[in-house]
């Protein structure tokens, strides 16, 4: 496997200087699909409703305050990662397909840098190439990149690959490429907290890098850990020093954390097999991955999956002097995947995302044992056979890249490998909602609520991380959330008798009160659906739905005043809030305050330029000053808030 070789040059028609644009010209390609497909899950939490985005005062503000949008349990920091979107909302709005071009130009720059890194390694431009090809195409990496907002996982991959690049340049140039990817360093850890690993890659790198003109002293390993290797950790450190000042501890309890942490790690051996398996053979790849935890040591399947990394360890280990590329991608495998060893509970065993960085060394090892055996086979046969399984690897990217098309494909999807997943049910739930697909919604959402725990016939049966697991689900918004589609259905006593057992779990629950406002509104019960909105509100004073719903009770009742007052309100706590903006400027042209209804009309398009309604009341009160008697600006229909 020596860069000397004359297959280490394949492919020979293609210029060496060349060869990074053509791969990342490969992982455009492997991505292109991706631009038709809408925002799915967490996308609909982190941008689709995240009105922090609207404003780059929110965005630079995250640099000193977490990350911990409403849906979500966890509370993360990565300001960068939010500002990249914060300048995407102000590009593309809430069009996903500017958001799809970016992760795929990402894609395609870290999948360049696979290769530039290869080859500032090693030596070998056909090795490197088959690397940096193998990482664009690898359809492990779709989550990574199709999924929107977990852009976080290929930015920061992306950033760690530049700033190794910079570091083994910094050899040649000097300070300015080392201070480069000492800055790099920063803002990969400003993206995603996996790049608290970067220290040990460029230790890793770095030595690989030394030891390619035989072995280093002493000495030059003592220069090397004072010079270059520590301030990475410095940065790291400094990093964790600001993260623990703006998030605090992880205090959000979760379902890894009912096992013991030997168990977990003896457990991680059977997963650690699971990402080897996505890694050389990516078939029936979906969204979650039920790993059942070993309960005791003598679990056969857990030693023999201890048995086999020992024995994989070991070949490693034995490589290191003949064909130290492979040893170098094990070691980066291994080092990649050490934040999610559940030394620190996880919410799951694993993800195909978590697997993005980890795949680079994968592709390092596996492009040079490709080269190797093209070497030994020799001819056009062999190559015949590289390109043939790039192909593949492709065909599948490409297919995989459709089941994220939208969130019922991906649901479904999921749900032919995993039936006992709520959070799987709840959110196909949702998505039909979304589609106007109400009996499909209400379906999905019972399934959900037949999972829990507490409602399982044979719950005793159920492991303590069985149990935990599956609590990880809100229950009590899946409750609200399908009394919302019984509202929608017009069954509306069914639809109070839902939201009450959302209350009953979660007492002062903010969605299930709003709903049961709306829903008493639509009965009638109009007392009811004013302390119901009252409630959520004394609750929570900052939940703009429920003001701009109390605000359209109002409205209807003459109360202009009170009506104005709570539109301000919702205003005041979702400043993006555009409906609450029409209806505003509704309430101030009826109390005859043109300049301000036009004002507040005007904004309310300029956030949302769809909403029809807004152009209506805005050419009615323009029209107005004209002719006094022009049609009365309209509110939305109930629920609009």
């Not at 049910?425 to 507490?454: F, K, M, Q, T, V």
């Not at 300049?595 to 909403?611: C, G, S, V, W």
Request: aromatic share 10%.
């Amino acid at each position: 496997m020596s860069a000397g070789t004359p297959e280490s040059s394949w492919p020979s028609w293609l210029p060496e200087g060349r060869r990074t644009w053509a791969i990342a010209l490969v992982a455009l390609a492997a991505y292109l699909n991706t631009i038709p497909n809408d925002f799915v899950w967490d996308d609909l939490h982190l941008i689709v409703q995240n009105e922090r985005l609207a404003s780059f005062e929110n965005a630079f503000r995250a640099f000193g305050a977490p990350a911990n949008e409403s849906g979500l349990r966890h509370s993360y920091y990565r300001p960068l990662d939010v500002l990249t979107f914060t300048v995407d909302r102000a590009l593309f709005g809430l069009q996903p397909a500017g958001y799809h071009v970016e992760n795929a130009a990402i894609h395609a720059g870290a999948a360049a840098c696979v290769f530039r890194v290869g080859l500032a390694l090693f030596g070998a431009p056909g090795a490197a190439f088959l690397a940096g090809l193998l990482f664009a195409v690898h359809p492990v990496n779709t989550e990574a990149v199709t999924f929107v907002s977990m852009r976080s996982y290929s930015l920061s991959t992306l950033l760690m690959l530049a700033s190794l690049l910079l570091l083994l340049a910094s050899r040649r140039r000097g300070l300015a490429a080392y201070f480069g990817s000492l800055v790099c360093c920063a803002g990969a850890l400003l993206v995603h907290e996996q790049a608290l690993v970067l220290p040990l890659l460029a230790v890793l790198a770095d030595a690989a890098d030394l030891r390619r003109n035989g072995p280093p002293t002493r000495e030059a390993w003592i220069r090397a850990l004072a010079t270059r290797w520590l301030p990475f950790g410095g940065v790291a450190a400094v990093y964790l020093i600001f993260r623990h000042a703006a998030v605090g501890p992880l205090s959000v309890p979760m379902a890894s954390g009912a096992v013991a942490l030997p168990l977990r790690l003896f457990t991680m051996a059977r997963v650690i097999w699971v990402d080897l398996q996505l890694l050389a053979l990516p078939i029936n790849q979906h969204m979650v991955w039920e790993i059942t935890p070993s309960v005791s040591f003598a679990d056969p399947k857990g030693l023999a999956a201890v048995l086999g990394l020992t024995a994989l360890a070991a070949g490693a280990y034995r490589l290191r002097r003949f064909a130290f590329p492979m040893t170098f991608g094990a070691l980066w495998l291994a080092i990649s995947l050490t934040p999610y060893s559940q030394v620190i509970p996880l919410y799951d065993w694993t993800c195909e995302r978590w697997l993005y960085l980890a795949s680079a060394g994968f592709c390092v090892a596996a492009g040079h044992g490709a080269a190797w055996l093209a070497a030994k086979g020799g001819g056009k046969e062999a190559r015949f056979v590289i390109a043939t399984g790039l192909a593949v690897l492709m065909a599948l990217t490409v297919k995989r890249n459709g089941d994220w098309r939208d969130g019922i494909r991906l649901y479904q999807q999921t749900l032919h490998y995993t039936q006992d997943a709520p959070v799987v049910w709840g959110n196909l739930g949702y998505e039909c909602r979304r589609a106007g697909l109400l009996p499909e919604s209400e379906r999905a959402y019972r399934r959900a609520i037949a999972l829990d725990p507490r409602a399982v016939s044979g719950v005793e049966r159920l492991t303590a991380y069985e149990r935990a697991w599956r609590s990880q689900t809100d229950y009590a918004d899946l409750h609200a959330n399908l009394g919302d589609v019984l509202r929608g259905m017009g069954r509306l006593p069914d639809a109070v008798a839902e939201l009450s057992k959302a209350l009953a779990i979660t007492p002062g629950h903010g969605a299930a009160l709003n709903n049961l406002g709306l829903t008493y509104d639509d009965m009638g019960k109009l007392d009811e659906a004013r302390a119901a909105f009252e409630e959520a509100i004394r609750r929570n004073p900052s939940f703009p739905a429920a003001h701009s719903n109390l605000g359209n009770h109002y409205y209807r009742h003459g109360d202009l005043a009170h009506a104005a007052a709570e539109y301000e309100a919702a205003i005041r706590a979702s400043p993006a809030f555009a409906d609450a903006h029409n209806n505003l400027g509704s309430v101030y042209f009826r109390m005859g305050r043109i300049d301000d209804a036009e004002r507040e009309l005007t904004r309310a398009l300029a956030l949302k330029p769809d909403l029809a309604q807004a152009a209506q009341n805005l050419q009615a009160v323009r029209g107005a000053r004209l002719a006094p008697r022009s049609p009365s600006p309209s509110l939305p229909p109930p629920g609009g808030g």
